[in-house]
């Protein structure tokens, strides 16, 4: 069944060297901070968690204005003194297939992963067809046409960063 629905990829960077410099218990610490600013912001957004993904998580929603405001608030929170990892997001809205009622599939799905991969760290990324749904709160930074690793077309993107994040306020300074 064909259906529309934002999807967004968020992914702790650097997470395997933290482990790896810090052990495994730190690395649980991290990961419960993460899950728990991630289940406050889908909740509060009425977006859905479809899946964690270690260090990382795969978000569902209807709309794309609140998969946008969840995924600037989220991003707000990170780096910080409980988690001092950056997050990088990607995410997409379009028509993806529902896969025997529990999994997506399609173009869209990969391009918000995709997109994630691309991310550089605290930031959001995002098709520019998205921009419209920002939320107040975030900041938007045009990227122009990029490519992007498996899609056969340049696409136009933007950044989106919290605006009143420690990496917002280096490219508004800058």
């Known amino acids: 069944m064909?259906?529309?629905?934002?999807?967004?990829?968020?992914?702790?960077?650097?997470?395997?060297?933290?482990?790896?410099?810090?052990?495994?218990?730190?690395?649980?610490?991290v990961l419960t901070e993460f899950r728990l600013r991630t289940r406050e912001a889908a909740t509060k957004w009425a977006v859905r968690i479809d899946k964690w993904l270690g260090d990382g998580a795969m978000l569902v929603s209807v709309e794309p204005a609140p998969m946008l405001a969840?995924?600037?608030e989220l991003a707000s929170h990170f780096?910080?003194?409980?988690?001092?990892?950056?997050?990088?997001?990607?995410?997409?809205f379009g028509s993806s297939l529902l896969f025997e009622g529990d999994d997506y599939a399609g173009a869209v799905v990969n391009a918000a992963a995709?997109?994630?991969d691309m991310a550089e760290p605290g930031t959001i990324l995002v098709p520019a067809s998205m921009a419209e749904f920002a939320p107040p709160t975030a900041i938007m930074i045009p990227l122009g046409e990029r490519e992007v690793r498996g899609l056969t077309q340049t696409q136009p993107l933007v950044v989106l960063r919290p605006a009143h994040s420690e990496s917002a306020q280096r490219v508004t300074n800058a």
């Not at 968020?10 to 730190?26: I, Y």
């Open 2 to 29: 064909r259906v529309e629905r934002s999807f967004a990829f968020a992914d702790l960077c650097l997470f395997t060297a933290f482990t790896d410099e810090h052990g495994d218990d730190a690395a649980i610490r």
């Open 70 to 72: 969840a995924l600037v």
């Open 79 to 92: 780096p910080s003194e409980e988690c001092p990892l950056y997050l990088r997001i990607g995410a997409a």
């Open 114 to 116: 995709r997109l994630s």
